[in-house]
Nanobody
Framework: VQLVESGGDLVQPGGSLRLSCAAS????????MGWYRQAPGKQRELVAT???????SYSDSVKGRFTISRDNAKNTVFLQMNSLKLEDTAAYLC??????????????WGQGTQVTVSS
């Protein structure tokens, strides 16, 4: 099982980016998916989550600016980020709670994609 993020880039304050994370491999079912971020010298922070049924939740710092969505048929989760701020700069990591074909249900992580907000 592998999670691969994409879409990170350098963007000016007020700009937008759309991150994607595709899960691949022998997967039976994906439960919740989410995005976390980690800036240098800071703890990993939960950004947004989405259940298999589409229920979403957001951290207060991104509520109203970011939107999480998923395509269950493609095992992919997205993060639309609008009105980006300097403090959104971080590595963004994808997380999936899934059941693989072999092995136990567990949480899997991607390697991360870098988002840099700078003028």
């Amino acid at each position: 099982v592998q999670l691969v993020e994409s879409g990170g880039d350098l963007v000016q304050p007020g700009g937008s980016l759309r991150l994607s994370c595709a899960a691949s491999g022998a997967i039976v079912y994906i439960y919740g998916m989410g995005w976390y971020r980690q800036a240098p010298g800071k703890q990993r922070e939960l950004v947004a989550t989405i259940t298999s049924g589409g229920s979403t939740s957001y951290s207060d710092s991104v509520k109203g600016r970011f939107t999480i969505s998923r395509d269950n048929a493609k095992n992919t989760v997205f993060l639309q980020m609008n009105s980006l701020k300097l403090e959104d700069t971080a590595a963004y990591l994808c997380n999936a709670d899934l059941r693989p074909l072999s092995g136990r249900r567990g949480r899997y992580w991607g390697q991360g994609t870098q988002v840099t907000v700078s003028s």
